[in-house]
């Protein structure tokens, strides 16, 4: 069974948070929308390899086809390729076609020519408002459990070519070329130019928090969902995202209120010989929420909990809730975990009913199997 690319398991399950696709086994089973199809057929018609992979799956979430082509079911080669319903623009593209080890990526000279050339063929006319910008070095992991057992574990070294755009309304793109100039993927990515002043304010205010999350590099990415669910106040706050990864830490904020919505920090021992007490992890909850919001006045201390765990290594999770301010039956809840050294490992916000029992949610988070309901 084949497992994701690390450096873009995060970006991609970004994309597909709390999906419920529609999907078919075959793309010849589901009548794609002209625009669609036809930067699908681009792209096969770029990549000629991947129209030998037999097996084929499309789903549509949140106005977006995903057509995924394997070789073999659950095993490399393969590819994906996202498209936008409305645009026909591509979202996502990735082929993983060479699972060797390789510590030879392509020239300057190289990668550019082919990255180059690729998004001229698939953008046609809307690659004039792209301009070069510059080449990272970069490298790509392929895990895969083959049939027999044994496990393929590759790191491959590559370039990544980077256009970007003036026009707001567009996002830069970038492509990772491989060797002998074989394109990897094409994935959109945000500039801090492109950035609102107050995302970038949040942002800052988390690092500053936390110094040590400020070792880069990060991996920006906007989700902007136009699904008339998101319209939902239980999915309000997912409507319009700004996501921030790098191997340290996931960070997303709400592009529309420039809130924190989520922080997980990779890495860290939460263990403690001397463990605090729930009522300090609650303090250190109740300052880091004064530190990373603005106007953190507004969130008000609901209940804390013990996470249950055999390994008796939990912290504590600590809730705040704020009026949603679109419909007040609901109530924004933050999530704050506390490690039991008094560090702050993640922050989780969701929307309830102002009616939800949260005393009774962290009670539970102490109950064996807790961690399964909820």
């Known amino acids: 069974m084949k497992k994701m690319s690390s450096t873009l398991a995060v970006l991609i399950a970004a994309t597909l948070m709390s999906s419920t696709?529609?999907?078919?086994?075959?793309?010849?089973?589901?009548?794609?929308?002209?625009?669609?199809?036809?930067?699908?057929?681009e792209v096969l018609e770029l990549v000629p390899e991947i129209q030998?992979?037999?097996?084929?799956?499309?789903?549509?979430?949140?106005?977006?086809?995903?057509?995924?082509?394997?070789?073999?079911?659950?095993?490399?080669?393969?590819?994906?390729?996202?498209i936008d319903k409305k645009t026909g623009d591509i979202v996502y593209f990735e082929h993983i076609s060479n699972l060797e080890q390789s510590s030879n990526p392509p020239s300057d000279e190289l990668a550019k020519e082919k990255a180059t050339e690729f998004l001229k063929e698939l953008l046609d006319d809307k690659f004039e408002q792209y301009q070069f910008?510059?080449?990272?070095?970069?490298?790509?992991h392929i895990r895969n459990d083959n049939e027999d057992g044994s496990q393929i574990d590759a790191e491959r070294d590559v370039k990544r070519v980077l256009f970007t755009t003036e026009n707001n309304n567009v996002l830069n793109l970038g492509v990772v070329?491989?060797?002998?100039?074989?394109?990897?993927?094409?994935?959109?990515?945000?500039?801090?130019?492109?950035l609102d002043q107050k995302i970038r304010k949040s942002v800052d205010r988390v690092f500053e928090a936390i110094p040590e999350l400020k070792e880069g590099p990060y991996k920006m990415m906007r989700r902007d969902r136009n699904d008339e669910r998101f319209k939902r106040p239980e999915l309000s706050i997912m409507r319009d995202q700004i996501f921030y990864s790098s191997d340290n830490a996931d960070i997303v904020i709400d592009n529309i209120t420039g809130e924190l919505n989520h922080l997980t920090?990779?890495?860290?021992?939460?263990?403690?010989?001397?463990?605090?007490?729930?009522?300090?992890?609650?303090?250190?909850?109740?300052?880091?929420?004064?530190?990373?919001?603005?106007?953190?006045?507004k969130y008000k201390f609901v209940a804390l909990g013990t996470p249950y765990s055999e390994a008796n290594d939990s912290g504590t999770a600590v809730g705040f809730t704020t009026p949603l301010p679109e419909d007040e039956r609901y109530v924004k809840h933050l999530k704050v975990y506390v490690a039991q050294n008094g560090k702050i490992l993640s922050v989780r916000a969701n929307v309830e009913?102002?009616?939800?029992?949260?005393?009774?949610h962290y009670k539970d988070l102490e109950q064996p199997l807790a961690r399964e309901k909820k």
């Not at 009522?279 to 250190?284: H, L, N, P």
């Not at 009913?353 to 009774?360: I, L």
């Open 265 to 297: 920090i990779h890495g860290m021992d939460e263990k403690s010989n001397n463990p605090i007490s729930k009522e300090v992890a609650k303090v250190k909850a109740a300052q880091f929420i004064q530190q990373v919001i603005e106007d953190s006045e």
């Open 52 to 82: 030998k992979y037999e097996n084929r799956e499309v789903e549509f979430y949140n106005g977006i086809y995903t057509i995924t082509l394997e070789k073999k079911k659950r095993e490399y080669p393969s590819a994906t390729i996202e």
């Open 177 to 194: 070329v491989d060797t002998e100039g074989t394109i990897h993927s094409v994935l959109p990515f945000l500039t801090e130019e492109k």
């Open 353 to 360: 009913e102002e009616s939800f029992d949260f005393e009774q």
């Open 133 to 140: 910008d510059s080449i990272k070095e970069d490298a790509i």
């Open 21 to 41: 696709p529609i999907w078919a086994k075959d793309k010849d089973s589901v009548e794609l929308p002209n625009r669609v199809k036809e930067t699908y057929e």
